[in-house]
Nanobody, 121 residues
Framework: QVQLVESGGGLVQPGGSLRLSCAAS????????MGWYRQAPGNQRELVATLTSGGRPNYAASVTGRFTISRDNAKNTVYLQMNSLKPEDTAVYYCYAAVKKYMGGYFDDYWGQGTQVTVSS
């Protein structure tokens, strides 16, 4: 089993900052991509940012320049620093990881339980 546990969500005023963390644990041989997606009420889940094990980031256009993704491969942890937050950033944020559980296996997709981020005055 693989578990992804997120932390760091909450309520923040427009223009403020939050930092999300997500730690992966369990039967992990290696992790390729880790990242964050979000889902607002009535909307589909959408990409926020991902980061490969080699350090290549990918950002949604709506967050480029405001959000920064990073990871600690030794701790199987990914972070999302969110600055200049806007009301439209309000959503449930989900951690994602592509995990290989044993040598020679395939990468499977795993998701966290989600953490609420609310941007409001």
């Amino acid at each position: 089993q693989v578990q992804l546990v997120e932390s760091g969500g909450g309520l923040v005023q427009p223009g403020g900052s939050l930092r999300l963390s997500c730690a992966a644990s369990g039967s992990i041989f290696s992790i390729n991509v880790m990242g964050w997606y979000r889902q607002a009420p009535g909307n589909q889940r959408e990409l926020v940012a991902t980061l490969t094990s080699g350090g290549r980031p990918n950002y949604a256009a709506s967050v480029t320049g405001r959000f920064t993704i990073s990871r600690d491969n030794a701790k199987n942890t990914v972070y999302l620093q969110m600055n200049s937050l806007k009301p439209e950033d309000t959503a449930v944020y989900y951690c994602y990881a592509a995990v290989k559980k044993y040598m020679g296996g395939y990468f499977d997709d795993y998701w966290g339980q989600g953490t609420q981020v609310t941007v409001s005055s």
